[in-house]
């Protein structure tokens, strides 16, 4: 990568994706980007402890202050336009997207999930629903997915996937720990891809 790009980062949870990446970048194997902020949801959200012991900028928009969607999204949009990114990464964000911020950020928002879509995603399919579904099916092999956001949930075009076999009598635990492992390595690798396209 030649001129360094800026990413955004949203996460709701304990952030160990986001740590992947500030890791990669760390370690150089993201070389030349920067994350200009991380924004949650939540407040008490890991991630933003994750970023601030990194020396990363953190915002905190509190959904009680802007009820409904359309307001949160607004106020987002204003937050993340300061930041003039070049991508922005959804890792663990909880909340489902307007049509407008996604129409707004066209191309640019990419998400992680941790099943192998078109497969067990959509509405209320995230956290540990999506392993528990995994197992329910019978399926010999889950894995995660990275794609681009549009609005319609979990279906936007994919960019990378690794499979992760189910293994016989496979809990909700031990299949969600293997996903997460190889989601680190994968969110990585389709950073570095969307950006040096
Ligand atoms: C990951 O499993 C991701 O696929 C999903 O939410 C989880 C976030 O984990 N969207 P973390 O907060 O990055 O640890």
Redesign the pocket.
Known sequence: MSSQKKIAVL?S??????QAIIDAIKNSKLNNVHIAAVISDKKDAF?LERAKSAGIETVFLNPKDLTKNTDYDKKLTEVINNYDVDLIV???YMRILTKSFVNAFKNKII????ALLPDFGGRGM??KRVHEAVLKSGKTESG?TVHFVTDEVDAGPIIAQRKVPVMPHDTIAGL?ER??AE?HKLLVEAIEKVLCK
Do not use: K, Q, R
């Open positions: 996460a949870g304990a952030g160990t994706n986001l991630a959804l890792a663990g998400n992680i999930h941790p995230y956290g995660c969600s996903i997460l989601e």
